[in-house]
């Protein structure tokens, strides 16, 4: 990798870093993963989860356990923190999908599709 | 021309993009410097070899006709033994002809370098922008 191509990636990063969108996801991991209420509930859910795979695998699993399941699921995700990070997350998405075009056009191709991490999609 | 003139010039003249340019801008100026590099030219000198090659441009068209074929008769169960071993020929053929090999080799060495890069901006930022951008199927269901 070219020096210039370094330097440019830490400026873009740095310019990514100066964007509101970036400070409010920032703000929003650190109080989702802060937030006692959050983090009980999503310990409870954990717990729940491997409680009723142990269940699953044992054949005694009944209805009443995946709607405590589902129950669960809803509260952890309608708590106003996790609502905040998830639009905190799509805010941020919008922003470097904006900034993926400006480089996919200068390219010739899909900038995030390329650089992405290898990933198995498992089909 | 005084000091203070001369103190002001050099400070303008220091000031990095990223600080008097948009968002957009310096997205702008990285594409640039990812161009510039010699990953990016090589593949495009490759691509554009490739183009060129009626020959190259026929063998990768049929691969890729016999390759989707496969995988869609693949989600109904009906690939034959001799439909992958003429992908497999296909596939041999196109790993020895230079044209397809450089494109490969040029794409390839470009995926990691810009996979770099990406690494390199999660590093500084704590976001992964490749990850956060692309689409999270893949698009087989």
Known sequence: MEAAQKE???????????????????????????????????????????????????????EEDVAELRTLEQKVNGHEVTKELSEAQAHMADVLQR????????????????????????? | MSDSTVTETNAADLSTPAESSSLEDVA???????????????YQA???????DADAKALFAEYQRRSNYLQAAGQWGGVREQDEAELERLEREMSEHS?????????????????????????ELGI??????????????
Do not use: W
Request: with cysteine.
């Open chain 2, 99 to 123: 044209t397809i090999a450089r494109y490969r080799a040029s794409q390839a060495a470009l995926v990691e370098e810009l996979r770099e890069l990406n690494a390199i901006m999660g590093e």
């Open chain 1, 99 to 123: 900034c993926n075009t400006v480089i996919s056009e200068r390219l010739g191709f899909d900038y995030a599709s390329s650089a992405a991490a290898q990933r198995s999609c498992g089909c």
């Open chain 1, 8 to 62: 440019a990636v830490k400026m873009f990063a740095r310019k990514i870093g100066e964007e509101p969108a970036t400070r409010r996801l920032f703000e929003a991991r650190e109080a989702f993963e802060s937030n006692s209420e959050l983090y009980a509930l999503r310990l409870d859910y954990t717990r729940l989860v491997h409680d009723l795979r142990t269940k699953q695998s044992e054949g005694t699993l009944v």
């Open chain 2, 28 to 42: 702008a100026q990285f594409a640039d410097a990812v161009a510039a590099g010699a990953a990016y030219r090589e």
């Open chain 2, 128 to 141: 992964d922008l490749a990850a956060m951008v692309r689409p999270s199927s893949c698009g087989c269901h």
């Open chain 2, 46 to 52: 490759a691509y554009e070899a490739l183009q060129d």
